[in-house]
């Protein structure tokens, strides 16, 4: 309750404690602002126009910099009650208004009314986030129709759990539901906090949207790579297997928004590019690797020299005509592995000059370099595989180092 007189305070109190609702109480616009900052769980604002040093107004105004109406509704009383006032109040940013006196019953039914509304609002967030409505450039989820949708370059990321069928036929359906949304718990944060939409989660995998940049991308697949590490620990504690993931990013035109039928609709993201990035993430268990971005993305990086990059290969994937260079990010890697590769990396891009050249012989030996301190290096293996089916079927005319993926 904010900048009410003394008097209404009192009564307002005893009428919002008798159906156990928490007051705070401020008696100006600064003591209310504050209050706002400092307080947890504030679900609902009653404020008075008139106040000392800042009007009721100008206190809705500021709310709403930070708070939409339907995550904080504003209800204000106000002995105002000429049709100019309502609108300017609704103006500002109000979801309410009542006149004094007010009748108390009236009262607690428009707080109990707003305070559903808000709660029903912010739980049809949890299925289709504010953010994807705000980037459809609607004001509310009722303004949301079947084909809306936005077309534009975008960070595209596709993750998804490591031999997660196998670990699931293990686990009672209640155990598997409790394994994959406490992995979500931790990494969900970490899209968020780079700025990135996620669009459908696909069991134990995610598709999220970086508006901004292939930059935050990235980084937000490093922090969940490093989130992971730390759970990891929790998971080995309570006698369970560490988890890994893998994580494709895509930087591409795409198109995001609403498919369906008119009773059933959900928020997708479509284009080749999409597919591109889900393929990209699925080459992940063949290198033998976390994190894998495309050149695209490569390229949109704003400094590239900040990150620590290897080039991995040139591949041709399903469904797409068109090679692409692939590249591994290795700053959300253990420490330990992440320091052999990097010890390791001058020769293992020898050999991957020599092999696109066709000297697998000395290729081969570059490979084998590497596999000497880092044994564990699946992409170095997996070339010597590559090399030696090669040996054995003859190399192409056209060769040119692009291998072909002819799986999904």
């Not at 109480?25 to 504050?34: R, S």
């Not at 705000?134 to 303004?143: A, G, T, V």
């Not at 390791?344 to 991957?352: A, K, P, W």
Request: with cysteine.
């Amino acid at each position: 309750m904010q900048g009410i007189d003394l008097d209404n305070i009192q009564v307002l109190n005893n009428h919002l404690k008798a159906k156990n609702y928490r007051v705070t109480q401020a008696l100006n616009g600064k003591e209310a602002l504050t209050a706002l900052d400092r307080e947890e769980n504030i679900d609902m604002i009653l404020l008075d126009v008139m106040m000392p040093n800042m009007s009721g107004y100008e206190v809705c105004a500021k709310v709403r910099e930070e708070y939409p109406p339907h995550s904080l509704p504003i209800l204000m009383l106000t002995a105002k009650n000429q049709v100019a006032d309502l609108v300017m109040g609704f103006q500002f940013g109000a979801n309410d208004y009542l006149t004094k006196p007010f009748a108390k019953d009236e009262l607690l039914t428009r707080i109990k009314t707003h305070l559903q509304l808000s709660k029903i609002t912010n739980a049809y967030g949890r299925f289709v986030p504010h953010e994807y409505v705000k980037l459809l450039s609607k004001e509310n989820i009722i303004d949301v129709n079947l084909g809306d949708r936005v077309s534009k370059k975008m960070a595209i990321f596709f993750s998804d759990i490591r031999s997660f069928t196998s670990i699931s036929e293990k686990m009672t359906s209640q155990e598997t539901f409790a394994f994959v949304n406490g992995y979500l718990q931790q990494v969900c944060p970490e899209i968020r906090a780079y700025n990135g939409l996620i669009i459908k989660f696909m069991g134990d995998g995610i598709m999220a949207v970086f508006p901004d940049g292939a930059d935050d991308a990235v980084q937000s697949a490093i922090s969940q790579l490093q989130t992971l590490q730390e759970y990891n620990h929790t998971l080995q504690a309570m006698g369970l297997l560490p988890m890994k993931i893998g994580i494709g990013i895509h930087w591409g035109h795409m198109m995001v928004g609403i498919i369906g039928e008119e009773t059933r609709m959900s928020g997708d993201a479509l284009s080749h590019n999409v597919n591109l990035t889900s393929r990209l993430e699925g080459l992940t268990k063949y290198y033998g690797v976390s994190l894998l971005i495309s050149e695209s993305a490569f390229k949109s990086l704003k400094n590239p020299e900040k990150y620590q990059i290897r080039f991995l290969d040139r591949a041709s994937v399903k469904g797409r005509d068109e090679p692409i260079n692939v590249y591994e990010v290795l700053d959300g890697e253990v420490d330990s592995v992440r320091e052999l590769k990097l010890k390791t990396q001058g020769d293992f891009e020898l050999g991957l000059e020599f092999y696109r050249l066709g000297d697998f012989a000395v290729a081969k030996n570059y490979f084998e370099k590497v596999l000497a301190v880092n044994s564990s290096d699946q992409t170095s293996q997996l070339y010597l595989e590559r090399i030696e089916q090669l040996t054995v079927t003859g190399v192409p005319n056209n060769w040119d180092g692009v291998w072909a993926f002819t799986q999904k």
